[in-house]
Nanobody
């Protein structure tokens, strides 16, 4: 059974940082494309960043809205993917989800929600003073 569990969310002041974790059980994350999504109240789910399979070099694709502030990375030994978030602002307030997908091409990843079948339960990130 594929299971993803996010953690690390919370309340942070504008300009602050958080690191979200996505831990997997039941499968090896290194063999899957992993993405982080977020959804704010009343808005569509947005693909924040994704990372390709490890054997594809861990190619990343990051949304322009967070480029230069957010970084996705893997720790295969811990079977975990991270999202390092810096310079947070109020527009980053949302529920953040990680998702996994197996694809045959090792060097690509997608930020489209429809490309992912396995999802975590989400973790709330609130940026406020």
């Amino acid at each position: 059974q594929l299971q993803l569990v996010e953690s690390g969310g919370g309340l942070v002041q504008p300009g602050g940082s958080l690191t979200l974790s996505c831990a997997a059980s039941g499968f090896t994350l290194a063999n899957y494309v992993i993405a982080w999504f977020r959804q704010a109240p009343g808005k569509a789910r947005e693909g924040v960043s994704c990372i390709s399979r490890s054997d594809g070099g861990g190619v990343t694709n990051t949304a322009d809205s967070v480029k230069g502030r957010f970084t996705i990375s893997r720790d295969n030994a811990k079977n975990t993917v991270y999202l390092q978030m810096n310079s947070l602002n109020s527009e980053d307030t949302a529920i953040y989800y990680c998702a996994a997908s197996f694809v045959n091409v090792a060097t690509i990843c997608s930020r489209r929600p429809s490309a992912y079948a396995a999802w975590g339960q989400g973790t709330q990130v609130t940026v406020s003073s």
